[in-house]
């Protein structure tokens, strides 16, 4: 059911009517929720009672970690069992969409009061329309900066990064903040951060990941391979920590363990980084470094969708969360809770006032962004990348050789799309 406006305010002796939201009552009714992140579960389930409050249609939440929440989407929509609403993302949402797997909310966002696509962002509508139809609700926008230790700068005698920095900053800083003895690195990134990685590194020197018209690779473009030359120079230089340490603990571990001096993490890292006592105490966040030739700082983004089954039992009720999910009032429960920034425009000033980090440089990150790389096969080429430069880090190939392979994997997949 659609909200109506019903509502009447008593202003300078006149009557003038303003738009209310009524909500259908549902109390027979349970929604099953899914999401892959428990760092922002807390947050979520406070908007989750917000709305049950209002419209008497309970939730119950399960988070899925991310690897076994695919398996479980994937194992639902075959057998129609897939939750009421749950979490999309690019990666996923083209093969959901084509496959008729999510419902379509077109119409329905046509006749909301609360939901206008002129207040998100077009691209990351974009992940979400498939034959010019919406099948999600944009749930956040993520930028990238460099987190760093403090506490191990002022132990190097290093003045902390500052948005001057170049990446080549990073990297002098870097060696003089690992240690022999392997006990602290300068830097990590590991094969499979790619987004929150070497993506932007690839954006800033004018290279690309995917042609606009998604059928061709960029990965043998030369100002690709010259990008992603840097992160070989980290490796051989030794600033970063093995990829087997790194497989066995990411890049935030080792951050909250003091373990390494800087790294680049997503928006999406607030609440973890702000609940530990270590990262809390030590660190701060600043801009993502510029490239030092082409002056550029780009950051690649992203956004989740709120999605709900094409074949649920109680498609309206699941609307009826997802519009509310999505409106500014619950996008800006979410800044303001920390969650994570807030697809919703305008309404992530607030979460970057509720922590105390430099938050700001993450809303600075959005002059210049990048939507994050996507096809209807990015998980398939995107695994096999990541395998690739496994040899770069164990040294069986250069950077050069590996971009060429990824491009060639690439290519063939994206011509049989």
Known sequence: MNFKRVAALLLAGAMVMTAVPVYAKGDDVTLSVSIWDTNQESGIKEILADFTEKTGIKTEISVVK????????E???????????????????????????????????????????????????????????????????????????????????????????????????????????????????RNDNNQAGYYNLIYDNGGYVIS????????????????????????????????????ENNEDVLFEAGKIAMTCQGSWMLAAFKENEYTAANCDCVELPKNAETGRRASSYNGLGWAASASGEHTEEAWQLIEYLGSKEAQEKQAELGVTMSAYTGTSDAWAKSADFNLQAYLNMMDDMEIRPYSKSTVTWENEDNEILKGVYTGDITMEEACKQMADQMNEKLAEE
């Open 212 to 247: 606009d018209d998604k059928t061709k690779s960029g990965w043998d473009d030369e100002k690709t391979i010259a990008a992603m030359q840097t992160l070989e120079g980290w490796i051989k230089d030794g600033v970063i920590p093995s990829l087997e340490t790194m497989s």
């Open 75 to 189: 194992a639902g929509a075959q057998g129609g069992s897939l939750p009421d609403v749950f979490w999309m993302h690019s990666n996923e949402s083209e093969r959901y969409m084509s496959n008729d797997m999510l419902l379509d909310l077109t119409d329905k966002i046509k006749d909301s009061d609360l939901i206008d696509p002129e207040n998100y962002p077009e691209d990351i509508w974009g992940l979400y329309t498939y034959d010019d139809k919406y099948y999600a609700v944009p749930k956040d926008i993520d930028t990238i900066a460099l987190w760093y230790n403090k506490t191990l700068f002022d132990e190097a005698g290093l003045d902390y990064p500052t948005a001057d920095w170049t990446w080549d900053d990073v990297t002098e800083a870097a060696k003089k903040l690992t240690k022999d003895d392997g006990s602290q690195y300068g830097l990590a990134m």
């Open 66 to 73: 991310w690897d076994e929440y695919w398996t479980m989407l």
